[in-house]
């Protein structure tokens, strides 16, 4: 199975669409909101949400719903890359709540190749992220460098570092 792409592998116009979708709970959205000590009542208190917003519910706290796109990409996208190197937009659409079920697939913009090294490129892409109804709830772009097939030959191939077993 695959793992990632080659530099060589990503084509303009390309859209990986990433493969199983989540669905939210309240306590995915709790716990990530707990982790990273985002306490507003939006996410966390659901009396609070219900009498006060315009949702009438908790909203699923928005960079966990990136972070789990980001996730969903990596198999298809970054699952090789020597690095993240920038995001250059993150964008919100509409809201999330507990109980959607998020789909995500990610469309190759842009590639180039380095300039300082011959063994890896910048890949340009835009991740969607949308509900089980198809509403887009969130869109980012990012840069991903990613090797060349020779950069991964170099290193152990498609699964560099792997042990062999033996008795």
Not at 30 to 57: I, Q, R, V
Not at 93 to 108: L, M, S
Request: aromatic residues 10%.
């Amino acid at each position: 199975m695959q793992f990632g792409r080659y530099f060589e592998e990503f084509e303009v116009g390309a859209v990986y669409k990433h493969w199983p979708g989540k669905t939210v709970t309240e306590y995915d959205d709790h716990l990530f909101c707990l982790l990273t000590m985002n306490h507003h009542p939006l996410h966390m208190d659901a009396h609070y949400a219900g009498e006060t917003t315009d949702f009438g519910k908790n909203v699923v706290v928005g960079n966990y719903i990136y972070s789990l796109l980001l996730g969903m990409s990596v198999p298809d996208v970054s699952g090789k890359a020597i690095a993240n190197l920038e995001v250059e937009s993150l964008k919100h659409v509409k809201p999330t709540f507990h109980g959607d079920t998020i789909y995500g697939e990610t469309e190759v913009l842009d590639k180039t190749p380095s300039k300082s090294k011959d063994d890896r490129g910048v890949v340009y892409v835009e991740t969607r992220g949308y509900k089980q109804d198809g509403t887009i709830v969130c869109v980012f772009r990012r840069k991903v460098m990613v090797p060349k097939r020779s950069y991964g030959e170099t290193r152990g191939g498609e699964q560099p570092g792997r042990p062999v077993p033996h008795a």
